[in-house]
């Protein structure tokens, strides 16, 4: 059974750019959430996909954008980035049960915006 | 989401029980209380869950108080690698999703 994974896992780029943040959800899981952490902050929810659609967003603009595909995998896509968006970005992936589940992060990407 | 408070930051011996509090006075009938740990450089890590009644699994015992505002969990021998940022947490039933708090910096002493 593999975990999930998250690629890459560090990136570097400038102000105004996009990014995409790639994640392999663990096997038999169908749902991916995505976090920001800052340094020195807990994680802060970003969205979550089940089964190929956005399932709940934390407070987030739009131009945090997402998918999911039919394997369950995900994306996380950052348009016109900002300074402020350098952090570890953390994929989590779980079967969706409700809060009696058990969500199981990757080890992030960690994104520097220049 | 209903709050939790932590401490900031706590230190223990090696090889000695730990007792990391979490506070949690507006807590739901239904939420469940968890706990998670962020190792360094590494995501966050399940470690146990709970609702009303005492846990315990291979990593942790959970600890929760009768009125359920607060709760407690229990490493029962540290070691080095248990130095990590505790997350306590509360999910309603219906919610998928984590509210992380800023957690307890747990620093173990050789």
């Known amino acids: 059974e593999t975990g999930v994974t998250q690629s890459p896992t560090h990136l570097i780029k400038t102000r105004g750019q996009q990014v995409t943040l790639r994640c392999s959800s663990q096997?038999?899981?169908?749902?991916v959430s995505w976090y920001q952490q800052a340094l020195g902050q807990g994680p802060q929810f970003i969205f979550q996909y089940y089964r190929e659609e956005e399932n709940g967003r934390g407070n987030f603009p739009p131009r945090f954008s997402g998918l999911q595909f039919p394997n369950y995998s995900s994306e996380l896509n950052v348009n016109a980035l900002e300074l402020d968006d350098s952090a570890l970005y953390l994929c989590?992936?779980?079967?969706?049960?409700?809060?009696?589940?058990?969500?199981?992060f990757g080890a992030g990407t960690r994104l520097s915006v220049l | 989401d209903a709050k939790t408070t932590q401490p900031n930051s706590m230190e223990s011996n090696e090889e000695e029980p730990v007792h990391l509090p979490c506070n949690h006075s507006?807590?739901?009938?239904?939420?469940?209380i968890h706990w998670y740990r962020q190792l360094p450089s590494q995501g966050p890590e399940y470690v146990i869950h709970?609702?009303?009644s005492n846990v315990n699994n291979r990593m942790a015992s959970l600890a929760i108080a009768e009125d359920r505002k607060s709760s407690t969990l229990i490493l029962h021998r540290a070691t080095l690698r248990d130095a990590a940022v505790y997350y306590c947490i509360l999910r309603d039933k219906g919610d998928d999703k984590i509210i992380f708090g800023k957690g307890t910096r747990l620093h173990i002493l050789p």
């Open positions: 096997s038999g899981h169908n749902t």
């Open positions: 709970g609702l009303t």
């Open positions: 507006t807590i739901s009938g239904t939420d469940y």
């Open positions: 989590a992936s779980s079967s969706y049960s409700g809060a009696k589940n058990i969500q199981y």
